[in-house]
């Protein structure tokens, strides 16, 4: 059967697992355990190792070929009864699997975007079956889909309503930044309540976590004569300015090595010194990613120690986990990074979390925005006071009174799921119905357009009940890598009937069919 175990952070969930995993190997079957990024697999390794020795092995694209050809081929002969890994580990040939565990379960890492397209969650759910296996699926913080099939009955509901030795939940302040930026500065990052929150934790010799869930110096770059903006001459986005650890705006020489960065198709240019269409050299940033974030702690508090945790730091194999061992060991103080410190981590000397920007995701045209936003704050906050030492969090915001942001800070998961449940349920959108997502390709808006309405139009002419059309309309990312494109969904009760129209409707038209993909049960809507 399946579980889900819903358990507050810092609830003792990893042992839990642990003392699962050992009645398993007891009588003989073997253990599969995912998480939901790479740089979590070492730390959750490290833990079954520690239990049950060399009888663990690791599966993640982090490996190297050969690395990972030796763990496979551990895993097949029998030589190891516990896997821990990344999403694709779900399919380690494991001979007898007796437990699945699906860790930070609503994590949308588990959802592999590109073809072939599966949620590693679901894929659990339905090895388990087959298996006739336990699958424990577990989160302080369930995706809606989740908890709905806990309510129903299909899953069984497991909680954990308090920390490890009645250890408190982090106390919660919110900083409403419309009053702080009229009471200072329009620019302002880091609220007043925050700065002096670090610098009380840095004279205490404790550590501290800065969340903002947006990378580089500033979001995007733009002319203040004719307001022309740089974007990116292959995706419908603006330019991200990165300084490249030259952060003194007021310096021309610094600003000569910064560069403009897109982050979907990864074109990179130097930033001008004036603007590309009207010459004038009024050039001004706006927005603010990690990159702002930690030279603003740094002028602040000269002599941190600080690292960065974002994609730009990490690219270097083996850098990440490097990282995080020095924050562990107490070798850095501050800890600035984008989503993925906001997971897993244990560290029991952090006591005080920042979230800068905590609504960066409200603003996206994906209805379960309000859901990751509620996720990501729950869970950042989570990190803090997880030793014997109480924690705090500050949560920086321009919309103080948006539910997911207030109920967050409450801790309030039941509060949250009614609340988004009944939008979802007035919407139509799952997990009351479920949904398909197609996109069409093309090399101009036209194409794409002409192509989407035909698949769409043949569906529609099939004249199978059960299900609406939406759409076709312009993707929110209409163009992405030198593509445009052009999107529809299906959405209904039944996903059979859904997916058996649909494949007819391609097989009639396969010259759009190529430049055409199809997600079932989409985690994206961009």
Partial sequence: RTALLHGVTGSGKTELYLRLAERVRARGRGVLVLVPEIALTPQVAALFRLRFGQHVAI???????????DQWHRIRRGDVDVVVGTRSAVFAPLARPGLIIVDEEHDTSYKQEDTPRYHGRDVAVMRGKLADALVVLGSATPSLESF?????????????????????????????????????????????TLVAGLGQRLQAGEQAVILLNRRGFATSLFCRQCGHTLECPNCSVSLTVHARGRHREDDPGARRGWRARCHYCNYVRAVPTTCPQCAAPYLEHTGFGTERVEAEVRRHFESVRLARVDRDTVRRRGSLVDVLERFARRELDVLVGTQMIAKGHDFPHVTLVGVVSADVGLGLADFRAAERTFQLLTQVAGRSGRGERAGEAIIQTLFPSHYSIRLACAQDYGAFFAKEAAYRLAMRYPPHVAMVNVVVRGRGLDEAMSGAAAIAGRVRDLGTPGFVILGPAPAPLTRLRGEHRVQFFLKGASRAAMRTALRAALDALPAIARRASVDVDPVSML
């Fill in 148 to 192: 709905a099939n806990a309510r129903a009955g299909r899953y069984a509901l497991a909680t954990m309503e308090r920390r490890v030795l009645d250890r408190p939940l982090a106390d919660v302040r919110i900083v409403n930044m419309r009053e702080e930026m009229a009471e200072t500065t329009p620019d302002v990052v880091l609220s007043r």
């Fill in 59 to 69: 599966q993640h694209s982090g490996l190297s070929d050969g690395e990972r050809h």
